[in-house]
């Protein structure tokens, strides 16, 4: 070997072609020519390889080894690349170039260090290597570098590498490798840049990857990286579109201790997981950066990795050209949203529930009701069970709000469903949205030849009277027949009665709730801004809407007599206080008390009417009538623990508010222009809009029924399921699905099929319980799961959500998650929750106000929280983590804000 052979050479000093120093070294050299930021480095050219690979005899070992593959049997792949990789990790460096390398290495000996590889194929436009060479970083010791050189070397050779050779033609012998070793860069986010949106293949938008920390949490798909999306507009300035803040569930650091450097995968807290890894600067700053790159690189759209250090600058870590453009712009991937479902199916859900609830939302709901309207081309995949929660395809709801919300009514609680931003589904985009008047006049037409109930005059008279003429009798007969039935295929077929049955509730449902309740209220809030002003709107529409009696308020008018007649006994309250709820019944049923048989007595009474309700709609947990009683004696306990006002007095209260807003109102629309005719259309339109709050929770209250007729009628199942074996407990028979549930009923299944059912039920059953308190992100784009920006965090300040009822209060919080705490609410206390459920709703007559994490103005905590005249304030991201009990606050359910008042307290 002559002397004049150099193996290493600088990254500033290349003048070298590909074939010398690979293509990553060449891109990062013209960087560094075009002073881009790029970390100091130098190159060990593939004339090193091609001197280790002679001087360790490798090439007859690799010749050998491939000509042993067979490429339709991928082992013997296998088995070729791991003959040549021990072959390379195994062997020595020639001296000649570990003593130039540890010459060059000393000016490095300071910092740590990134070793990279740079092959000679790698990186074309025509074909894509991303990803199958190597890269290690954070090494210090001299001896870690030489080690993973060879690590470099070696995954020239991994079995994906020499397929994909294979399947492109590229001969194996052609390809070198060089490596860069580069200067490390402690990254305080770091990530991807595209300067041709990829997903979409539209020139005119770049896209940003990122995450805290080193870029490898991304390039090894880690974690769900933040997406923003930037638009390029004219004369070269940028607009940031989207900010999709992913769920970082871990974050990749350089290592702190130990010789051997390397990184390690730090999993974030779930606060910062959500918080944005990059600034607005800072994403125009990369933007501009990676636009500067493509221009420099014959205006090629790259894909460009970059990190930010410690003291906020950028750094460029290598450049390529993006492969695999598409030609056209088909979206392939549904986008999800639990954002309606905020309002609508909040809870926890299993699997059976998900298909009891969602086949017919999906079937009467969704594809009959599109088939009656004449809307066409509409999606038939509506829902899905995503992380125990439910999710809503956001094509469906778009197309929804073009045909049936004019642009003028669509406001923050109809957004709200989607992402922030522009982009075919962003909330900009959709407020913007054409309507389609023509389509909804035709669907209104249709309405009345196909399905006249479906009319706003008739849907909420049907109702009721189907729920007198058929439902009712329908209920009593069915708890006589499941007595009476002990066969599994006559429980089978009951259930599937009991569905059958259901259809004409969702069939009427279908218009009370999304077309009649949220269109009219909608109306009147835009009526009011349009005739009054914007600011008092959000003053006078709830009270506008509250003082409404309806099956939720009846049933909580019903627990807070029985909470009288308590607290009017002292025997009675005493047993209450100083007993656990669980053993509560039991206790009372020993008593001759006449005052305790008064209440047995009208407790019975209540369980009759009204025990089918239960802190939550779904079918797992146990109904207000179910044996202990628990729930019911919890709330209970609540109400007797402190004095509240009476019920009677906060209804009365409301009532007079609710008359003085109308006159109000009625006054300032009558003294406008052709205000006599205003007010007419008005309070038509306001008529409707509270008969349908009403009919929405007349409609729950019967939904209530039906979950516990099929909870009930499936325990039962589930207890012969038992004695075979199937499930552990009779619980488990939610975590089966219905066509799961009736094959095995039937013995449609082998011994080898049930215990896969068996196992895959505690699966299903481990996932509901994680989620069971704890909320999965917003939206989900294929596996990709993603938030909008957090506006506050626990240091905040002011945290901003929707106003939902009126009133101020300054108070301490009440965190709660569990609905088996809820007798530890005082008095006045503001209670903060994930989100809530009829169930929960009657200790609000004590409590000083409610904030929520989700849900709007027409969530059931809205509604009672106007009805018992508390402020409330809802969508108030993470509040149940960033809140802490006993921190005080004041709550604002006129502007929808929320102000610390003790910031030391904060946790």
């Known amino acids: 070997m002559s002397n004049q052979v150099s193996f290493i050479a600088d990254l500033t000093q290349l003048d070298y072609d590909n074939l010398e120093v690979g293509n990553k070294a060449a891109n990062l050299s013209k960087l560094i020519q075009y002073k881009f930021p790029v970390p100091e480095g130098f190159v060990i050219k593939t004339n090193a390889y091609n001197e280790f690979v002679s001087f360790n005899n490798l090439d007859d070992i690799i010749q050998e080894s491939l000509l042993k593959i067979v490429f339709d049997n991928y082992e013997t792949t296998e088995k070729c690349s791991k003959t040549i990789q021990d072959s390379i990790k195994n062997s020595e460096f020639p001296s000649e170039l570990v003593n130039e390398l540890e010459l060059k290495y000393k000016e490095f000996s300071s910092y740590n260090v990134a070793v990279r590889s740079s092959a000679t194929a790698e990186d074309l436009a025509s074909a894509s290597f991303a990803g199958q060479y190597d890269t290690y970083l954070n090494l210090r010791d001299f001896s870690q570098v030489l080690k993973h050189i060879k690590k470099c070397y070696a995954s020239l050779w991994t079995s994906r590498a020499i397929i994909y050779r294979y399947k492109n033609k590229i001969p194996h012998e052609k390809v070198k490798i060089a490596v860069v070793i580069q200067k490390m860069i402690s990254a305080k986010s770091a990530g991807v840049l595209f300067t ?215 406001n923050e609680d109809v957004l709200n469903y989607f992402p922030k931003g522009w982009g075919p589904y962003g909330k900009n985009t959709i407020k913007d949205l054409p309507f389609h008047l023509i389509s909804r006049i035709v669907a209104e037409l249709r309405i009345s030849s196909h399905d006249p109930n479906g009319a706003m005059s008739k849907t909420a008279e049907a109702y009721e009277n189907w729920n007198q003429e058929s439902f009712i009798p329908y209920c009593k007969k069915f708890e006589n027949q499941l007595q009476e039935i002990s066969e599994l295929k006559d429980l089978i077929s009951l259930v599937e009665d009991l569905d059958r049955t259901m259809i004409a509730h969702f069939r009427l449902v279908r218009y009370g709730i999304p077309v009649h309740n949220i269109g009219m209220n909608l109306l009147v809030q835009y009526l009011l801004t349009r005739f009054i002003s914007k600011e008092e709107c959000y003053q006078l529409y709830p009270f506008l809407i509250s003082g409404l009696k309806n099956k939720l308020t009846e049933t909580n008018d019903k627990i807070h007599n029985l909470a009288s007649l308590i607290n009017k006994s002292q025997e009675l309250k005493s047993i209450f206080t100083n007993q656990d709820s669980s053993e509560i019944y039991n206790t009372l049923s020993t008593k001759n008390d006449p005052s305790i048989q008064n209440f047995l007595s009208e407790f019975e009474i209540f369980l009759n009417n009204h025990g089918a309700r239960g802190y939550t709609r779904e079918i797992y947990y146990p109904r207000w009538k179910e044996p202990p009683m628990k729930n019911v004696f919890d709330i209970l306990k609540s109400l007797i623990i402190d004095k509240w006002e009476g019920l009677d007095t906060i209804i009365a209260i409301n009532l007079k508010k609710r008359e003085r807003t109308e006159i109000i109102v009625e006054k300032k629309i009558r003294s406008q222009r052709f205000g006599i005719i205003k007010w007419k259309i008005f309070s038509a339109i306001l008529k409707n809009s509270k008969k349908y709050i009403s009919f929405r929770e007349n409609q729950r209250f019967n939904l209530d029924k039906w979950i516990t007729m099929n909870r009930n009628a499936y325990l039962k199942i589930g207890k012969n399921f038992i004695k075979r074996g199937i499930i552990p407990d009779e619980n488990k028979i939610f975590f089966l699905r219905k066509h799961e549930i009736k094959k095995l009923a039937l013995n449609k299944y082998t011994s080898q099929e049930i215990q896969q059912i068996s196992s895959e039920v505690i699966k299903r059953y481990e996932n509901f319980k994680i989620y069971e308190n704890k909320i999965p992100p917003k939206f989900l784009l294929g596996s990709r799961e993603f938030d909008d920006e957090l506006e506050h965090n626990d240091k905040s300040t002011i945290f901003n959500g929707l106003p939902a009822s009126q009133g101020i209060a300054t108070a301490p919080i009440r965190v709660l998650y569990d609905i088996n705490l809820i007798s530890t609410v005082r008095g006045g206390e503001i209670l903060v929750v994930p989100q809530t459920d009829p169930g929960w709703t009657p200790v609000f007559s004590k409590i000083g106000g409610l904030i929520t994490e989700t849900g709007g103005i027409l969530s059931h905590g809205a509604v009672v929280s106007r009805e018992y005249g508390i402020p409330a304030v809802t969508n108030i991201t993470n509040a149940s983590k960033i809140f802490k009990t006993g921190q005080i606050v004041k709550i604002n359910g006129y502007n929808g804000t929320v102000i610390p008042q003790n910031l030391n307290e904060r946790g």
């Open 196 to 410: 041709l949106n990829p997903i979409n293949s539209k020139n005119d938008e770049l896209l940003i990857e990122s995450n805290f920390g080193l870029g490898e949490s991304i390039v090894s798909g880690k974690t769900n990286p933040d997406q923003y999306f930037i638009r390029k507009l004219k004369k070269g300035s940028l607009n940031i579109l989207n900010r999709r803040i992913g769920r970082k569930k871990l974050a990749t650091y350089p290592k702190s201790k130990g010789t051997d450097g390397g990184i390690e995968h730090i999993e974030l807290s779930e606060d910062l997981a959500q918080q944005p890894s990059l600034s607005d600067s800072n994403i125009i700053k990369l933007a501009k950066i990676g636009l500067q790159i493509e221009k420099k690189f014959n205006k090629i759209p790259q894909d460009i990795e970059w990190a930010i250090d410690q003291d906020n600058r950028i750094n460029i870590l290598q450049t390529r050209p993006i492969t695999s453009i598409k030609a056209e712009s088909i979206p392939s991937e549904i986008l999800w949203s639990r954002g309606y479902s905020d309002d609508y199916w909040n809870d926890n859900v299993t699997p059976l529930y998900f298909e009891l609830l969602g086949d017919h939302i999906t079937k009467v709901v969704n594809i009959e009701l599109n088939d009656i309207m004449g809307y066409k081309r509409m999606d038939t995949s509506l829902l899905k069970l995503y992380k125990a929660h439910v999710y809503f395809n956001l094509n469906v709801i778009k197309r929804k709000v073009e045909n049936e919300i004019p642009k003028f009514i669509r």
